[in-house]
């Protein structure tokens, strides 16, 4: 009997017959980053690589500088996908015309939430909810899925008016967090264009649009992710450096003003007291009405010496000075004696 041979398939996939080989890997997780990026993409990538070391690391201390740039970056982005999205006026306008709309709006936004502190946190709020929400639909995508789009809008708008609040209530702690958290976004934005082309980015427009049926993300895009609060927690702690190297340095300016006042403060006494015990009538007369109290004054001490004299000459003769020599007084001088020139009432003339 002779024995059937069955055809052979040729298949270019060894698996079925060699179990012990690997899986090959997913071609769309080979990280392979842009040989050649564009050029104005690339710059506006570094320029917001600097701004976002800026608010990562200086966002409470630069606070003026951030809340401007907050403001003019946000009101300049949402102006220019409006105008340059839709239609003004029944004209579809320009990319030029809509970037110059949008940078003359942004300047105003941005000189707003920089003069008006409360408008400057409110903003800070507001982009705090934004990115914890961004960051939290991204990390739930294993495990949630929206059902509709406005579970995660709803989300958003409830993340970001309740930052808003907070950071208005404790400005402090929240402008921190969120200046850090909002400045490690941006590096993460900018790390993910250079290495896989916004992949990150274009993930989270479609969880907003609550798609189905989505591709996982490759791990790279997960390290990516994961790097954000690392990023933000240091940038934080940055911050925090600062503001008490600042304070300390602030309480000790204040200590040397304190102490250099205290210091004029009794150099102007010690010239007010020089000054009240300089020599001459005052300090004698001042001195002798010190020594003796209110009651034994006698209302002759007031009087003037050239009429003390006259009045001694008149009583004792104009030849007593010549036998009594020591009933002459010192005239020129006002601080000869601290004994009043009139003896008590009760004493006897010798």
């Not at 398939?9 to 842009?34: I, Y």
């Not at 070391?53 to 009101?75: D, E, T």
């Not at 934005?189 to 993930?203: T, V």
């Not at 304070?247 to 000790?252: C, E, F, L, S, V």
Request: proline content about 8%; aromatic content about 6%.
């Amino acid at each position: 009997m002779e024995e059937t041979l069955l055809p052979l398939a040729m298949t270019s996939d060894p698996r079925p017959f060699n179990q012990q080989l690997p899986e090959p890997p997913d071609p769309r997780c080979v990280l392979e980053p842009q040989d050649n990026p564009e050029l104005a993409p690339a710059l506006v990538c570094a320029l917001c690589c600097c701004f976002g070391i800026i608010y990562c690391c200086f966002g409470y201390r630069c606070f003026k500088a951030v809340m401007f740039l907050s403001g003019l970056l946000s009101g300049a982005l949402v102006i220019f996908l409006l105008c340059h999205k839709e239609r003004v006026l029944e004209t579809q306008l320009s990319l030029e015309v809509s970037a110059g709309i949008a940078l003359g709006i942004g300047l105003l936004c941005g000189l707003v939430t920089m003069l008006v502190r409360s408008v400057g946190l409110f903003l800070t709020g507001l982009l705090l909810g934004l990115t914890l929400g961004a960051g939290a639909l991204l990390g739930t995508e294993p495990i949630y899925q929206p059902p509709s789009a406005w579970v995660p809008a709803g989300g958003l708008v409830g993340l970001a008016l309740l930052g808003a609040l907070l950071t208005l209530r404790w400005p402090r702690p929240f402008t921190v967090l969120g200046t850090a958290l909002l400045g490690a976004a941006v590096l993460v934005a900018c790390a993910d264009y250079f290495l896989e082309g916004l992949a990150l980015g274009s993930r989270l427009g479609q969880r907003l649009q609550a798609l189905p049926a989505l591709p996982p993300l490759c791990w790279y895009s997960w390290v990516l992710l994961g790097t954000w609060p690392a990023l933000g927690a240091l940038g934080a702690l940055a911050q925090w450096k600062l503001m008490d190297e600042e304070h300390g340095g602030h309480a000790n300016v204040v200590l040397s003003h304190q102490r250099r006042h205290l210091q004029l403060l009794r150099i102007r006494q010690q010239e007010a007291k020089w000054h009240r015990t300089s020599p001459g009538v005052g300090l004698c007369e001042g001195s002798y009405r010190r020594q003796l109290s209110p009651n034994t004054r006698n209302p002759a001490d007031g009087l003037a010496p050239s009429y003390l004299q006259s009045l001694r000459e008149h009583q004792l003769g104009p030849g007593s000075q010549a036998t009594a020599p020591h009933t002459i007084l010192d005239l020129d001088s006002d601080c000869g004696s601290t004994v009043p020139l009139t003896t008590p009432s009760g004493s006897t003339q010798t």
